[in-house]
């Protein structure tokens, strides 16, 4: 499957998604915005990108030099 289910004591389930543009999704949805680029130096993998569209920095997903 694509998601992990986790059960607490109090009856309550959550869904986990398992892929990585899931995640890359709630964590734009969450934010409201792109990573700032202290953000992307300390979380960041290579070049810099765009991953929420229509978001501060809209656009087709963009690449940026990683500089530091």
Known sequence: ?????VASHDGH???WPLGAERWVDL???LAGRNMDDLE???????????????LPGEGEPAR????G
Do not use: I, K, N
């Open 1 to 5: 499957g694509s998601q992990l289910a």
């Open 13 to 15: 389930v959550w869904l």
């Open 27 to 29: 964590a734009c949805e």
């Open 40 to 54: 992307w130096r300390r979380y960041g993998r290579g070049e810099r990108v765009r991953h929420c569209p229509g």
């Open 64 to 67: 940026y030099p990683s500089g």
